[in-house]
């Protein structure tokens, strides 16, 4: 009974372990959107913090159209975030 309970422990310890793990990487974590013709960059963290922004002197004239590109390289961003931190680092937790 008591090993049991010492096992149960060292698991619960693990899994703290890598789920602290797991945040730190997401934290820095760093994902490029970019935006048609390359005009606007966007780098996130995979916390969903934008981190940095790059537009090309190119698109400033024109505000609506930098405006889109900014939220297309955003979403295009966030998209990666998403995909990279599915259930499939969970799934190396939870190998059941």
Do not use: H, W
């Not at 990487?25 to 935006?35: A, C, F, P, T, Y």
């Amino acid at each position: 009974m008591f090993s049991k309970m010492s096992n149960m422990k060292q698991q619960a310890k693990m899994l703290k372990d890598q789920m602290e793990k797991m945040q730190k990487d997401l934290k820095e974590k760093r994902i490029e959107g970019v935006s048609a013709n390359d005009l606007v960059k966007v780098i996130i963290s995979g916390e969903k913090e934008i981190v940095d922004i790059k537009i090309d002197k190119e698109c400033l004239s024109d505000v609506e159209g930098l405006q889109d590109l900014i939220i297309d390289a955003l979403k295009k961003a966030y998209s990666q975030v998403e995909d990279s931190t599915d259930l499939s680092s969970l799934k190396s937790m939870f190998p059941f």
